[in-house]
């Protein structure tokens, strides 16, 4: 079956960094655009980063750019965030999004989410 599974959450100072990854299995990583998207208590969910099936493009929230990279191994399945320069704001749960689209269709797989907390 489907998984997408987040780890590398956790409690962090301001201006430190984490590393998120997402592990994927169930269908075909490669074929799949990847997200991250977080949920901070009280907001909507909303998306930090993507990037597409073969890793060739990448665009992010107006609030991830130039800290945020994200980034794949399709042969290891696997997405990656990396957070730097964390802030207060960054407090969200973290989910990894996997979507296709072919004409009739939409494919569209979540985690279960990651906590990030950024607190001194």
């Known amino acids: 079956q489907v998984q997408l599974v987040e780890s590398g959450g956790g409690l962090v100072q301001p201006g430190k960094s984490l590393r998120l990854s997402c592990a994927a299995s169930?269908?075909?990583?490669?074929?799949?655009?990847m997200s991250w998207y977080r949920q901070a208590p009280g907001k909507e969910r909303e998306l930090v980063a993507r990037?597409?099936?073969?890793?060739?493009?990448?665009n992010y929230a107006d609030s991830a750019k130039g800290r945020f990279t994200i980034s794949r191994d399709n042969a290891k399945n696997t997405v990656y965030l990396q957070m730097n320069s964390l802030k207060p704001e960054d407090t969200a749960v973290y989910y990894c999004?996997?979507?296709?689209?072919?004409?009739?269709?939409?494919?569209?797989?979540w985690g279960q989410g990651t906590q990030v907390t950024v607190s001194s």
């Open positions: 169930g269908f075909t990583f490669s074929s799949y655009a």
């Open positions: 999004n996997a979507h296709l689209y072919v004409p009739g269709l939409v494919y569209d797989y």
């Open positions: 990037i597409t099936s073969a890793g060739g493009s990448t």
